[in-house]
C-alpha cells in the first residue's frame, strides 16, 4: 500500500499518519511518505496494490508536490487504483466534502482526467499564528471571502478525526478488494 501525503503546516501529514495507524490496525501496513522529500518512482507506483495521496490545498491548487505525483501518477499505463484525499478549508462546510461538492477536488481530478476509486475532501486546520505574515493576510482574506474567520489569534481544527478514521476504513476495504498480485 502506497500512502503519500503534501503539507505545509503538517495537517496533512497528521491525516496520513492516522489513516496509516487504522490501517495497521487491520494488518495493513502504510508509512506515509512526504511527496515535498522525494516523488514516488513510476515503477514502484505501478505495482502499488492501492496508492494514496492526501494533498493539502493552498490558494486555490494542490500543492505543486501533490500536482507532480498525478502527473507521474497519470503516465502509468496500468495505474494501480487511487484514493485521493483534499486537505483544505471549504471542505469545513457542509456538501464540501465531496468530488462534486469540492472545486479544489474536482478541478484537479477533471484537469487530470482521473478516475479516482475515492476522491474526497477533509477539512483542515486554520491557525494563524503558525502562518508567516504574508500567508497570515491572504488566508485571512479568503476566509473573509468565504466567511470563515478572520481573527488572527483564531486556531481551529476542522479535520474531524472520526471522518479519518472512516476513511481509513474505506481505504482498508479498497486494499483488500485490489488485486492482490500488484504487490
Not at 491525516?15 to 513510476?42: F, K, M, N, Y
Not at 491548487?61 to 498525478?70: D, K, N, S, T, V
Not at 478516475?115 to 497570515?136: C, M, V
Not at 483564531?154 to 498480485?181: K, Q
Request: net charge positive; aromatic share 8%; proline share 6%.
Amino acid at each position: 500500500m502506497q500512502l503519500y501525503y503534501a503539507t505545509r503546516d503538517g495537517q496533512s501529514r497528521r491525516i496520513a499518519e492516522r489513516i496509516a495507524g487504522r490501517l495497521a490496525e487491520r494488518g495493513i501496513r502504510a508509512s506515509p511518505q512526504d511527496l515535498a522529500l522525494a516523488s514516488p518512482v513510476p515503477q514502484k507506483l505501478a505495482e502499488a496494490r492501492l496508492a494514496t495521496v492526501v494533498a493539502a490545498v493552498r490558494y486555490g491548487r494542490h500543492l505543486p508536490e501533490a500536482e507532480q505525483f498525478l502527473a507521474v501518477y497519470q503516465t502509468l499505463r496500468a495505474p494501480p487504483p487511487l484514493v485521493f484525499l483534499s486537505v483544505n478549508l471549504t471542505a469545513r462546510k457542509p456538501g464540501k466534502d465531496t468530488a462534486e461538492g469540492n472545486v479544489y477536488l474536482r478541478r484537479s481530478i477533471a484537469r487530470r482526467r482521473l478516475a479516482p476509486a475515492l476522491a474526497l475532501a477533509i477539512a483542515g486546520r486554520l491557525d494563524y499564528a503558525r502562518y508567516g505574515w504574508l500567508d497570515r493576510q491572504l488566508i485571512r482574506f479568503i476566509m473573509m471571502l468565504t466567511g470563515g474567520p478572520t481573527d488572527f489569534k483564531t486556531s481551529i481544527e476542522y479535520t474531524t478525526w472520526n471522518v479519518v478514521d472512516g476513511v481509513a476504513l474505506r481505504i482498508a476495504e479498497l486494499y483488500r478488494r485490489a488485486d492482490p498480485s500488484r504487490s
